[in-house]
């Protein structure tokens, strides 16, 4: 070989080090989460600046049809005719070499969810070597039109959620309203005409409006806190523990519990929900104990392997561990409402709040013996 | 001086709501000038004395207070606060939203349009006459508005 093209050989090997290189770094800016548009002028933005093509273009397929085309300059070229797309489409080839660059098919799991055609590159010349790179990475780039897709149809996914609640909200209440309503309008202008059956009838029918009221506000405020961001600050688990018993305590001054609260370590989280969580336990906790003669309630935190494990134990009702899976679901009870009150969403949004600030929460019980419960935070 | 020929202005598409609001408001006497509109629509055609309320003088129409529903046909219950408080006659009118909408979004907007006071209406039929009955009596009897 002579000194020449060893020379031209060392050059090429060099220029492709560097459009690797390139390549990489412009990577690492698609695979962030974005809108498909926003993916896709980044593709092109990439095979502009590694090989400088006179026209790029993008065409975005979805269920196997051409959805959106993206060009490069988009004032100059005309785009490409949908049944140019289509044959495009059927063609069987996963990259093509054209008159003066490549085309090939970005393909996730199999399918086809775009095309990229990348036309008169200055430096003909490297044709193939800009092909190679663009089949190494072509795997990313359809990583990254994927997720962009499933990001999209999160947000939209989110927004009807949002949307339903927010009817749930408005719509659900107002029949309430009317079924309470009236139904007291009933027994106090016409209750000469109700015999005590009729009454006691339109009793029930007050109790479980209301019933059904507190239901609707209970899954609000579950679906609340899902939807909620988080915030971050330091928090003293001391403090909020302290201030949630004495507000409970105000509530049920005629009875003698025995609280046992150890030093509590503090955490990071968003204050107004791990206090929701504590609010929840401790009324639990006092809810659970109220048949029990001496009700303790005992409150702390060990350091387990290196994760802090709080917890509230008490001696009350407890319950049978074979449906402990069954006690963080919502609405999901393990007591009669003539045994203890309530809808069954306290616990559902404890395991809401902590999963969301990425702890675990478990429980331990035994029926009459008490009921224990773990979580962790950060 | 502002007359208040009208004194609350009721904003409420739901018949039957309507229905117990001014029952409600009847038993302690403060639905004698009590006037009921069933959209966005109408409650500016009102403060505004255009469309069917033209003829009414408009400074007759300056009701002590307005109690808004959010969710209404045509115009919703935001809008018609923005509007109230966009002009120069009517920015001062007391607003009440009265809704069954706890979403934060509502309240926070409903208060960065100046409204005065945000209240949930509750599902139960004695909480809420009660409630009614509280908000009538502090914004027709107790409130004092500048002349």
């Known amino acids: ?378 | 001086m502002v007359s208040n020929e009208v004194e609350i202005l009721l904003v409420e598409d739901n018949e039957q709501d309507a229905d117990l609001a001014i029952r409600a408001l009847k038993k302690y006497k403060l639905a004698n000038k009590l006037v009921w509109v069933k959209d966005g629509a109408e409650a500016l055609d009102f403060i505004f004395s255009q469309g069917k309320y033209e003829a009414i003088a408009s400074e007759k129409n300056v009701p002590k207070v307005v109690l808004l529903d959010l969710r209404l046909p045509k115009v919703d219950g935001l809008e018609v606060l923005a509007k109230i408080r966009a002009h120069e006659r009517t920015k001062q009118i007391p607003v009440v939203v009265l809704t069954s909408s706890t979403e934060d979004r509502d309240i926070v907007e409903a208060y960065s349009l100046r409204v005065n006071s945000y209240i949930a209406k509750p599902v139960n039929f004695e909480k809420f006459s009660k409630t009614l009955a509280e908000i009538g009596f502090y914004w027709v009897v107790l409130n004092k508005l500048p002349r």
């Not at chain 1, 134990?313 to 449906?323: C, H, L, Q, R």
């Open chain 1, 1 to 378: 070989m002579t000194d020449t093209a060893n020379k031209e050989e060392l050059s090429l090997i060099k220029k492709q080090l560097a459009d690797y290189a390139m390549c990489f770094e412009l990577l690492g800016s698609i695979t962030e989460v974005m809108s498909e548009t926003e993916a896709i002028d980044k593709i092109i933005t990439l095979f502009r600046t590694i090989c400088a093509p006179s026209r790029v273009v993008y065409v975005s397929i979805n269920e196997g049809k051409p959805a959106e085309v993206t060009l490069f300059p988009d004032s100059v070229i005309p785009k490409p005719s949908v049944s140019d797309i289509i044959n495009s489409l059927e063609d069987d080839y996963s990259w093509t070499a054209t008159g003066n660059g490549f085309k090939l098919k970005i393909k996730y799991r199999d399918k086809t969810i775009g095309i990229i055609e990348v036309d008169g590159i200055a430096f003909s010349e490297y044709k193939n070597h800009y092909l190679n790179l663009a089949l190494s990475i072509v795997n990313v780039l359809a990583l990254a039109v994927s997720n962009a897709r499933t990001y999209e149809a999160l947000l939209e996914a989110n927004k009807d959620l949002e949307g339903f609640s927010y009817s749930v909200s408005h719509d659900l209440r107002a029949p309430l309203r009317a079924i309470d309503g009236y139904s007291e309008l009933l027994l106090e202008d016409h209750t000469d005409k109700l015999n005590d059956e009729g009454k006691s009838f339109l009793d029930i029918i007050r109790k479980s409006t209301d019933k059904m009221g507190q239901l609707i506000d209970d899954i609000l405020a579950f679906s609340r806190i899902g939807r909620k961001e988080l915030e971050s600050f330091k928090i003293d688990m001391n403090d909020i523990v302290e201030t949630v018993i004495n507000d409970i305590k105000f509530t049920i001054s005629e009875r003698n519990i025995d609280f046992d609260i150890k030093p509590l370590p503090e955490t990071y989280g968003d204050t107004a929900m791990i206090r929701q969580a504590i609010v929840n336990l401790i009324g639990n906790a006092v809810k659970f104990t109220r048949n029990t003669q001496c009700a303790k309630i005992e409150i702390g935190c060990n350091i387990e392997n290196g994760k802090k494990v709080y917890h509230i134990k008490d001696n009350g009702a407890g319950f049978d561990m074979e449906y402990s899976n069954k006690l963080f679901g919502v609405f999901r009870r393990l007591h009669g409402d003539d045994e203890f009150e309530g809808t069954g969403i306290g616990l559902a949004i404890v395991r809401k709040i902590i999963t969301k600030h990425g702890g675990d929460v478990w429980a331990k019980g035994l029926v009459n013996k008490g009921a224990e419960i773990y979580f962790t935070l950060p």
